[in-house]
Every structure is written in structure tokens, then in C-alpha cells.
């Protein structure tokens, strides 16, 4: 399951004396930043506005997507740990078979636009899980014989599914965070990252800076 953690965002404080420079005002106040990051689009004061992430659950198809804003900053999880126990599991059920793919891959979930064209799209859907679930089977029966083999998993990495989870510290600012929701938060976004941008929007919430995104 996606999951996002803020683990600490600039205080308040910060931006608004950014804010105070320019205008030489003792004081400023958030309706202050927001007329003059939203309409008169003086956006540099934002970059003052850092915000750190904890994103999990996430497949190395979202993190591609992620890695494309690039004025952000990204420590993913170590590959050669999460392939370690993954094969811990399949060993640990001496059969590659018995592994629940579906507690260690991701899998798009239904959207009725990806699959419009289809006469039955839910029966189309159901079938397509269902050869990507074996496909994954698959990897794990590979990843398992290679492990027996002693194949190293830089080497492994080369057959990793882009469904595989993986999970990511991120420390954006606010001025690239707006333009990161702009494209990510929309209809036309690839679905995972999307969910992403929402979950990130809501964790939000509780801070001074939604009132600014």
C-alpha cells in the first residue's frame, strides 16, 4: 500500500520574512504570500519553503516518473536489500509457487478510460492482472534459482519488473512542489503518481502550506 509520511516542512516563520524583504515590511502574513506567489506570480519566495517526504509502497515505475522533477531531491531504498528479502520469503516457503505476489508487486488498478476500447473491460482487466501476477511468479522463480546460483543482484537487477515496490525520502520546495502538482495532480497523469500527488496534497493538510499550493 502508497503511503506518505511529511517528516518536516520550513516553518512559517521563514517564508514570511523572505516576504518582508523586497516590500520592507516588519511584518507579512500568509494572505501576504499568497497574493504575491499566486497572483502576482513572484514565485522565488517559495524556494524558501522545504518540505521533506517519506513515500513507500510506491513501484520503480512511479519513482521514474518521480525522478523527472528534477529541482528535487531523492534517497531511494537499496535494491540489493529488498531483492535479499524477497528471496528470504521464497525460502522460507520452499516453494516459489506459494508466494503471494500481490504482497510484494504493485498492480495498476482499474481505471475504466485505460480500458474503454474493450467490448468486456473489466473481464479484460481481470485477464490482464491475472498474466501479470504470472509474470511476477515467474521472476520469483528466477530470482530464487539465480540466488541458489550465487548470481550477485547488481546482476539480478536487470530483470526487475517495473511493478517491483520500492520507497524514498524527497525534499522539494514549494515553488517546484506547485509545479510538481500541476502535472502530476490531473487526469492525464500516469494513475500511480497521481495517487502520489494526492496523498501528498492531503498529508498536507494540517500546515500553513496548503493554503499556498
Known amino acids: 500500500m502508497i503511503s506518505i509520511e511529511l517528516l518536516h516542512y520550513t516553518p512559517k516563520e521563514v517564508l514570511l520574512t523572505a516576504i518582508s524583504q523586497p516590500y520592507k515590511k516588519e511584518s507579512s ?3 501576504l504570500a499568497n497574493k504575491i506567489i499566486n497572483v502576482l506570480k513572484h514565485e522565488s519566495v517559495a524556494e524558501h519553503v522545504q518540505m521533506n517526504f517519506l513515500i513507500k509502497g510506491v513501484s520503480r515505475l512511479e519513482l521514474q516518473e518521480h525522478m523527472r522533477h528534477r529541482i528535487s531531491s531523492t534517497t531511494c531504498e537499496s535494491t540489493r536489500y529488498t531483492l535479499q528479502h524477497l528471496y528470504e ?3 522460507e516457503t520452499k516453494d516459489w509457487r506459494k ?3 500481490f504482497d ?3 498492480f495498476p488498478e482499474y481505471r475504466e478510460e485505460d480500458w474503454s476500447e474493450f467490448k468486456n473491460p473489466a473481464s ?3 485477464n490482464f492482472i491475472g498474466e501479470l ?3 511476477y511468479q515467474e ?3 528466477y530470482l530464487y534459482a539465480w540466488k541458489e546460483r550465487k548470481i550477485k543482484n547488481d546482476v539480478i537487477k536487470y530483470a526487475l519488473p517495473e511493478g517491483y515496490p520500492t520507497q524514498f525520502v524527497w525534499s522539494i520546495n514549494l515553488r517546484s512542489l ?3 502538482l500541476n502535472l502530476r495532480d490531473s487526469k492525464s497523469a500516469h494513475q500511480e503518481i497521481a495517487h502520489v500527488a494526492k496523498l501528498i496534497k492531503e498529508s498536507l493538510k494540517d500546515t500553513y502550506i496548503f493554503e499556498l499550493i
Do not use: A, Q, T
Request: hydrophobic letters at 40%.
Open 124 to 126: 479484460e482487466y481481470e
Open 133 to 135: 501476477s504470472h509474470i
Open 29 to 31: 502574513d500568509l494572505n
Open 139 to 141: 521472476f520469483c522463480f
Open 178 to 180: 506547485k509545479n510538481f
Open 99 to 101: 508466494v503471494n505476489v
Open 89 to 91: 520469503k521464497i525460502s
Open 104 to 106: 510484494y508487486f504493485n
